[in-house]
């Protein structure tokens, strides 16, 4: 039987992680062990892309640092 469960991101949480999925396409900062994991991260990724709308603007760059200021700010 398979589970599904949720989790909740703030939007500012959501874009930064989208944004760190995204890097796994360009870098290595983040290796990828096994094809089990890249599948998952992939999900995931396109879960947040539809989602989000941030992505799309112009100022994203400056969007992901407003995002991780508040972040951290919060916590």
Do not use: C
Request: proline share 4%; aromatic share 6%; net charge negative.
């Amino acid at each position: 039987m398979r589970n599904n469960i949720q989790i909740e991101l703030t939007n500012d949480e959501a874009l930064i992680l989208f944004e760190r999925l995204s890097q796994l396409n360009t870098t290595d900062s983040l290796p990828v062990t096994d094809h089990a994991e890249e599948l998952v991260f992939w999900k995931i990724h396109g879960q947040l892309e539809k989602a989000l709308v941030e992505p799309s603007d112009p100022k994203y760059k400056d969007l992901i640092l407003e995002a991780k200021a508040r972040v951290e700010k919060e916590s």
